[in-house]
């Protein structure tokens, strides 16, 4: 398979890897950001699997891969959870960030530097939740690379996809308020061209043999400096939950 990997864009993490676990560096925005994503996550995978949140270990038996999985902050919660988590990343800088973190928190997880294609490629048994956090916006071909996360999943499968919305507005707060003013990322973190309108992504789904069933804003408010959910609010950081049709 072609590869959906974009070099240049993986270049600009690798040179980040060493900061993921650092609250006030480079991804600042990602730790704040947190337990927003954590809340949409828990919630899709619970309601989808039937679920009690409650339980010491709700998606035990659960298969789940986190593409693009960085230094792990968001396999590590899912592993906590019961899940049995593979992370990857094209980034390769990442998975030793990623591995020395989980083994100081005593956690089981399959981190591995690869991409979606190549876990095709090597026949990758079907996950049951594919977890695909702010990379869309990142890859060469974003229908390729959907396309083969749709592959990965089993059928009835949940995918949990975000991104950037493209406006007026997501330029002036991704670009302009989060690299320029506030200097959360560097300069060129984002480019606003690759960015996704909802319904972009909806259609790119679709197509990608998906059933999109929720979109979801996420919205950060200034004044209390803390992030939240929105059913209306979809300007600028949003989520999809979709599903592999049985």
Known sequence: ?????DAAEIAKFQAMAAEWWDPNGKFKPLHMLGPCRLDYITTQIAGEFDRDLDDAAPFSGLRLLDIGCGGGLLSEPMARLGATVVGVDAAGDSIPVAQAHAAQSGLAIDYRHTSAEALIEAGEPPFDVILNMEVVEHVADPLAYLTACQRLLRPGGLMICSTINRNPKSYLVAIVGAERVMRWLPRGTHDWA????????????????MEPVDRTGLVFDPVTWSWSLSERDLSVNYVTASVKPV
Do not use: R
């Not at 690759?194 to 043999?209: N, R, S």
């Open 1 to 5: 398979m072609t590869s959906t990997v």
């Open 194 to 209: 690759k960015f996704i309108t909802p319904d972009e992504l909806f259609a790119l789904l679709q197509e990608a043999g």
